[in-house]
């Protein structure tokens, strides 16, 4: 089942955010706020969209939607909870649908069918056997293409959604989503739990198509990636023409450049995982530099972040730190996508960085990155600069006002207002008025009246909330009210709800010198030898039944979440 407050906290803001915008406050609240939104009345909204990385050679759009929006489409699929899981039950092939059930885990919008890679992987290799030939495709930009009106095509059938007049769960939905992209019928937007239901919805519709005509082949579904395994070859274009054809029916289409076929024997990993492993031993300053060979090589960025969640569990001796350091930083700037993993690393060894090498590696990522509206990777150069309490030149600080970025802005914000002693908000006085100047014309009213200005329902709408509830445009006796002038915001500036952490805090591991590595297999057995341990231990014992089986239990959850949470590697 679908819980609102899980679906709002851990499912609202993209997870590739610097971990200082929250929606924990939010889903805390949640029961009040769902009360204000039954008050206000609103159509549309247009979201926060920001440029973000997919690949080395994509781009990827994110969005956060008006929370106000975002509320209504969680109440309304939480309130048609059952008929969406009557479509998501049809298929046995998704490994990324959410499943009914009544516990959620810790830090998931809903309970899932797979959680990790992990999952992923051993539920493709169980479909290998005897299979000889494999198809992976892809669907061509699946969100982006998803035309809302399908959803009660999926959920009710084509002929009896056009027959509606809006009456059915399918159209209340298709009308949620409609209103958080400004009304828009072609795609929904990325980033949130909401949408990736949505998705679901539709592909588990086509899941079960596929599954009734080719009963004989292996097949699963990650998201919009499919597996396909078959004996017969002359099965092969059968099977593209039924999914390109199904995928028509609700305006998707395949990515045809993708589309690959694959003889026997089959292997899931990507080659660079054999290689890494042969060099996981070496210190750390040998494991990086084989691993900026690899990268060169293979030019995939998930060879670089499994080096720094390594890198960060090493314990990194002092004296190498200086000749570390310096590759590391050579690494943030060329792909400042992984700022959030190098982060934690140079917090970690905080009494030995450089600083100044920080400093300029940040004006290296703002000079390539605004100019490109590279948002995401902007923004966490900015969140660096906070982190390290860094003071970045006035030329940077306005090209950070001028960059549209809003969640840079709302950190720059936070920096000059919360350290006077470095940042004046006077220096920056002709920049910041022109900023509000620039927002305001977005207010569409033209009214004056801020009570009803479109203001809040604008793209900045993020900005404006939190520049309102944090008074940080309220210069020389102004007054930037546009929140709290709204009924809807007014409501959460009052109770001090907010979506930018100011206070956040990182947590890390201070001693590591007894950290060792091991390969799941090895704790696997490890966790089953201390339980064959005990069994052993408690056969004289009173109670002995009851005890074992405690333990069992517990043995058997701690193995489960091994599987689900460790790496293979």
């Known amino acids: 089942m679908f819980e609102a407050n899980k679906l709002v906290e851990n499912g609202y803001l993209p997870i590739e955010l610097p971990p200082c915008f929250t929606a924990k406050n939010i889903s805390e609240n949640y029961e009040s706020i769902k009360g204000w939104v039954s008050g206000v009345k609103k159509n549309v909204s247009v979201p926060l969209i920001y440029n973000g990385f997919k690949n080395i050679n994509a781009r990827r759009r994110f969005a956060i939607p008006n929370i106000y929006h975002y509320i209504k489409a969680v109440q309304c699929i939480v309130k048609y909870n059952n008929d969406i899981f009557k479509i998501l039950n049809k298929s046995t092939a998704s490994l990324s649908k959410p499943v009914d059930g009544d516990v959620i885990p810790d830090n998931e919008p809903y309970k899932k069918a797979s959680y990790k890679i992990n999952d992923t992987k051993e539920n493709i290799e169980k479909l290998y056997q005897d299979n000889l030939f494999e198809i992976k495709l892809d669907i061509n930009s699946c969100f982006y293409n998803i035309y809302t009106h399908a959803i009660p095509w999926a959920m009710h059938g084509k002929e009896i959604a056009k027959k509606s007049n809006g009456r059915l769960p399918g159209d209340k939905i298709d009308e949620c989503f409609r209103s958080m992209n400004y009304g828009q019928t072609n795609g929904i937007l990325i980033g949130n739990a909401a949408s990736r239901i949505i998705s679901e919805i539709i592909l588990c519709n086509i899941d079960q198509n596929i599954q009734d005509n080719f ?30 054809n199904e995928l028509s029916k609700y305006e998707l289409s395949i990515n045809e450049n993708k589309l690959k076929i694959i003889e026997s024997p089959f292997v899931y990993d990507k080659e660079w995982v054999g290689e890494i492993q042969l060099f996981i031993h070496l210190d750390s300053e040998l494991f990086l530099n084989k691993i900026i060979y690899l990268y060169t090589k293979y030019k995939d960025n998930s060879i670089l972040r499994y080096a720094f969640r390594v890198l960060y569990l090493q314990n990194i001796k002092n004296r ?227 005890y074992l089986k405690d333990i069992k239990n517990i043995e058997e959850k701690f193995t489960e979440r091994i599987y689900r949470e460790t790496s293979l590697y």
């Open 215 to 244: 009963k004989n082949i292996g097949y699963c579904r990650f998201v919009d990636d499919y597996f396909i395994f078959l004996k017969d070859s002359s099965q092969i274009q059968n099977i593209i023409s039924f999914v390109r």
């Open 320 to 546: 190498y730190w200086k000749s570390i350091e310096s590759k590391i930083i050579n690494l943030w700037v060329t792909a400042p996508i992984n700022s959030d993993l190098i982060l934690e690393i140079l917090l970690d060894k905080k009494e030995c960085i450089s600083k100044s090498n920080i400093k300029f590696g940040i004006y290296s990522i703002l000079d390539k990155c605004i100019p490109l509206d590279h948002d995401i990777e902007t923004t966490w150069a900015v969140w660096f600069i906070k982190i390290f309490n860094i003071k970045i030149n006035k030329e940077y600080v306005c090209k950070i006002l001028e960059s549209k970025n809003s969640l840079a802005i709302i950190i720059l914000l936070d920096i000059i207002h919360s350290n006077q002693k470095v940042y004046s908000v006077q220096t920056y006085k002709k920049d910041i008025i022109e900023l509000v100047t620039e927002l305001q014309s977005y207010d569409t009213d033209n009214s004056g009246d801020m009570k009803n200005s479109n203001l809040m329902w604008s793209k900045y709408w993020l900005l404006v909330y939190e520049a309102d509830l944090n008074n940080w445009f309220n210069i020389d006796n102004s007054k930037f009210e546009y929140a709290r002038k709204n009924d809807f915001f007014k409501n959460l500036i009052k109770n001090n709800i907010y979506f930018y952490d100011k206070e956040f805090k990182y947590k890390y591991i201070k001693d590591k010198e007894n950290l060792q590595y091991v390969t799941k297999t090895d704790f696997l057995k490890y966790t089953t030898k201390i339980n064959e341990l005990i069994n052993k231990t408690l056969k004289s014992k009173k109670d002995r039944n009851k």
